[in-house]
Each structure stands twice: as structure tokens, then as C-alpha cells.
């Protein structure tokens, strides 16, 4: 994609009619085009643009009248606001604006419906995008928008692929140093973590899903790095995970199983 066409698509954004479509192509070409970030933020009035699409949306996800349409543009925007706070030249004003703060409401939905929990989702990615960057100020905002209390929710009563981002945007806070420590370090919050983890290994006995079993055990492997916390996983582990040889749901399965193995180092030696 030319810089051409990216600079005509940026300056699309202004215009209405074209905003779902420009908004599209700059998001599915983002990895072509590095600079993005810096050029979205650099654009006059677009950032603003953004942040009033997503005002937008509060009434229709408030209201339960999202359509395909729109729950596509939300992603979009979230998806941009993302780019925004994942680049090292954007983060901090990114973040000093407050733009991720507006998500919020997209990470309290009550409908299990796809068309709501894609935006969910999109939003959880921008706070675990966050924790990524190992960057104190970034790590600091993200565990103040209860990164962990909403992952934990929705690891309890999402789809199976609401539950898995969940559960992935929580082994990247724990697998942040900042982020293990503030969980582990807050006796409540890592018991709850303990008991939601050991909640979905019990829940999908009956159909396996071994991509976020696999997250599961490394959740608990990160959180086992701390002694008194790793007393408390020796005492509430799931029977289906006290078997390293255990060929319960995990069959013949290596990666899990391999996982499995480390765990128990962790955890009884």
C-alpha cells in the first residue's frame, strides 16, 4: 500500500460515508504500513473522530441493538485505538488522553451474542496489548481499568472464545513482572484467579478445548513463581491436572502435556 493511499484513506475518515470502509483497509493492511500509528494520531481531527464513534456505540450496545454492521465499525475503531496504544510513539499520549478508558463500556456487556462480545473482546486485547509493552506506565493504566476482575468474569461466563481471550489477556498479565506481582500480592484476586482457572479445566471435561487448557496451565504455572501463592494452587488443583500422565481430555496431546509436566516441577517441588 503506497503512502498515497494511506494518506487518501486517512483523510477518508473525515468523511462519514467513507469511514467504515477507509477504516477497514488502514486496519487489514496495519502490519504493511509501520507508521500508522504516528499518522493517525498526527492527522487533524481524526483521533477525535474515533473517540465520537465510539460515543456513538454506547446507545447501541446499551440498547441491544447492534448490528452487524455496526459491531464490525466498533471493531475497527477499537482495533485502531489498539495501534494507537501499542506503538512506542503514541503509547503515552495514547494512554494520557485517556482513549482506552472510553472502552469500558464495551467490557461490560450482558449478552453472550457475538455482535456484543467481539467488541468485548477487541477491548480486552488493548489492555493485554498494554501489559505487553512491559512498560510501567502502560502495566500501571491497564491493572487500574481491573484488567484482571473483568478477565476473570468473562473466563467464568463467556463462549468458549470470549473465555479464551480472556484467559490469554490474563497469562499476558501474569507473565508481565508488574502484573504477577500486583496479582499475587492481592491474596483475594489471586484466589480468584486459582478458582476460575480451576472452574473452566472442570467445566469443559465434557468438550475438550485444548487452546485454553494450555492457557490455563501456564496461568498457573505464573502464578505458582510465588511461594505463598503456590501453596494455595498445591491445595486447589483440579483433579484432571494432579496426574501428569493423566490422558483424561488431554489424550496424547505433547504441548499440553508437556505443560502439565512443568506445572507439577512448580508446584510440588
Not at 5 to 30: F, G, T
Not at 43 to 57: G, K, M, Q
Not at 105 to 115: T, W
Not at 132 to 141: K, L, N, P, R, V
Amino acid at each position: 500500500m503506497t503512502d498515497n493511499v494511506v494518506n487518501e484513506l486517512i483523510d477518508s475518515l473525515r468523511n462519514k460515508a467513507k469511514r467504515y470502509a477507509s477504516l477497514w483497509q488502514l486496519i487489514r493492511h496495519q502490519d504493511q504500513i509501520p507508521d500508522l500509528a504516528v499518522r493517525i494520531w498526527n492527522a487533524p481531527d481524526v483521533t477525535s473522530i474515533l473517540l465520537a464513534e465510539l460515543c456513538e456505540h454506547y446507545g447501541i450496545v446499551q440498547n441491544l441493538n447492534m448490528t452487524l454492521q455496526a459491531s464490525r465499525m466498533l471493531c475497527n475503531v477499537i482495533n485502531m485505538i489498539k495501534c494507537l496504544a501499542m506503538h512506542p510513539d503514541t503509547r503515552v499520549s495514547c494512554l494520557k488522553a485517556n482513549l482506552p478508558f472510553y472502552l469500558q463500556p464495551f467490557m461490560l456487556i450482558q449478552s453472550n451474542q457475538a455482535l456484543y462480545e467481539k467488541p468485548c473482546g477487541a477491548s480486552l486485547n488493548v489492555l493485554g496489548a498494554l501489559m505487553m509493552a512491559h512498560d510501567s506506565f502502560a502495566t500501571e493504566y491497564a491493572l487500574k481499568m481491573d484488567l484482571v476482575p473483568i478477565c476473570l468474569k468473562y473466563m467464568e461466563t463467556g463462549s468458549i472464545s470470549l473465555k479464551t481471550t480472556a484467559t490469554y489477556i490474563l497469562l499476558t498479565c501474569l507473565e508481565n513482572t508488574e502484573g504477577c506481582y500486583y496479582v499475587c500480592h492481592q491474596i483475594e484476586l489471586a484466589s480468584a484467579a486459582i478458582f476460575t482457572l480451576g472452574n473452566i479445566v472442570r467445566s469443559i471435561r465434557e468438550h475438550p478445548a485444548l487452546p485454553i487448557v494450555r492457557l490455563v496451565i501456564r496461568c498457573y504455572i505464573q502464578l505458582s513463581t510465588d511461594e505463598g501463592i503456590r501453596m494455595i494452587i498445591r491445595l486447589n488443583l483440579p483433579e484432571e491436572l494432579k496426574d501428569a500422565h493423566s490422558k483424561f481430555f488431554f489424550g496424547s496431546y505433547q504441548r499440553v502435556k508437556s505443560c502439565i509436566r512443568e506445572l507439577h516441577v512448580k508446584v510440588y517441588s
